[in-house]
């Protein structure tokens, strides 16, 4: 299993600005993956992290709002620019173990006020 | 596109009674994974079992299963003689492909289970 370490676990944060929530992991991974949990909803994929290229967005998400690095194989940042209300949320990192499933971070809770 | 549907948005069950979550899919894609995940109040997500699309067998995890029919594309999760701590937010969830690491992984909305003393 992997351990996914994430920060900050909460913030509150005015419109305007932007946040930068770090993901480290315990062990070398190809894949990261960045997901949004709005409230009472379900998990949302934002991106997907490879190091050394571009991450790849699905749709609805674009690198400008969330801009994401991914330096080396074992950390990788998810910026949330720009920030209103509506990106009030959770997100999580997470990786894939080599049995298939997901592993995930505790998540970082962002309120925009 | 590979879509996951969950139509039981909330349930409530008996202490120590079964209890079945539904959840289709659809992929064209013959190869594919299934994947339950429980998260409770907390926000912790928690991996219950996985079922891949060519497995012979409903896999089984202690007191989970899930109940795999192919044809019929669904995969519900089967919890026997549920407890208090299985109150929870339950997600279905798919990945396309052969079992990969690397690639992503869709959620259904999800049914919120409530276990009732």
């Known amino acids: 299993s992997a351990v996914i370490s994430q920060k900050p676990s909460r913030d509150i944060c005015q419109r305007g600005t932007s946040l930068t929530i770090q993901c480290q992991v315990d062990s070398q991974v190809t894949m990261m993956f960045w997901y949004r949990q709005q409230p009472g909803q379900s998990l949302t994929l934002i991106a997907t992290a490879n190091q050394g290229s571009e991450a790849t967005y699905e749709s609805g998400f674009v690198i400008d709002k969330f801009p994401i690095s991914r330096p080396n194989l074992t950390f990788s940042t998810l910026t949330v620019s720009n920030m209103s209300p509506e990106d009030s949320s959770i997100y999580l990192c997470s990786v894939g173990a080599n049995t298939g499933e997901l592993f995930f971070g505790e998540g970082s809770r962002l309120t925009v006020l | 596109a590979q879509k996951i549907t969950q139509t039981q948005p909330g349930m409530f069950v008996q202490e120590k009674e079964a209890v079945t979550l539904d959840c289709t899919y659809d992929t064209s894609d013959p190869s594919y994974g299934l994947f339950w995940y429980k998260q409770p109040s907390s926000g912790e997500m928690i991996f219950l079992i996985y079922q891949g699309s060519y497995d012979q067998q409903n896999a089984t995890e202690g007191r989970y299963s899930l109940n795999f029919q192919k044809a019929r594309k669904s995969a519900n999760l089967v919890i026997s003689a549920s407890q208090l701590g299985d109150s929870a937010m339950y997600f279905c969830?798919?990945?396309?492909?052969?079992?990969?690491?690397?690639?992503?992984?869709?959620f259904g909305k999800g049914t919120r289970l409530h276990i009732l003393p």
């Open positions: 969830a798919m990945r396309e492909g052969d079992l990969n690491r690397d690639d992503k992984i869709i």
